[in-house]
């Protein structure tokens, strides 16, 4: 059987810390396919073609990965492209509870799909979106934690929002 595995997030941009999971979990399985899916307890800054994008061209020198988007439960698109895996990123122990939660709901629609989880690079470990676009909005320096055309992205976006 082929190994398939998702990388799910809203991935609002992607950040060098999603590159590392990705990249790691890429080495280990056959086939990534990162999932944009639309979080309903967030407000996303980039729309969903923005952030496919941004992650497609990231993305492109890693051959084993593709990117798509889904709206709905991510154990059904994981299904749809007979993926046997999730891969999930864990920063700190604050992050387990959380994650714990959906793999044990993700257990209960699919016993055949497994939860990997990775562990962020230390260098990543205070990394989020969140906190990317927060040091962005006020022009702070933020080019070791995303790739230049995400940062540029950023800009470009801040920008259009001061002119408004």
Do not use: W
Request: hydrophobic share 40%; glycine share 4%; proline share 3%.
């Amino acid at each position: 059987m082929a190994s398939i595995a998702v990388c799910p997030g809203s991935f609002d941009p992607i950040t060098y810390g999603h590159l590392d999971i990705i990249k790691r979990g890429a080495k280990v399985f056959g086939q990534v396919s990162i999932c944009v899916l639309n979080n309903s307890s967030k407000k996303p800054f980039f729309t969903v073609e923005e952030r496919l994008a941004l992650i497609k061209e990231v993305t492109k020198d890693i051959p084993n990965v593709t990117v798509n988007s889904y709206e709905g439960l991510l154990i059904d698109y994981a299904k749809s492209i007979q993926a046997n895996a999730i891969i999930r990123g864990l920063r700190a122990v604050s992050d387990f509870e959380y994650e714990m939660q959906i793999t044990s709901m993700n257990r209960v629609l699919s016993e055949e799909i497994e939860t990997f989880f990775i562990m962020t690079n230390n260098q990543y470990s205070f990394l989020s979106s969140s906190i990317v676009k927060e040091v962005s909005k006020y022009n702070g320096d933020i080019s070791e934690l995303v790739p230049k055309v995400v940062e540029e992205a950023l800009t470009k976006k801040y920008q259009a929002l001061k002119k408004v």
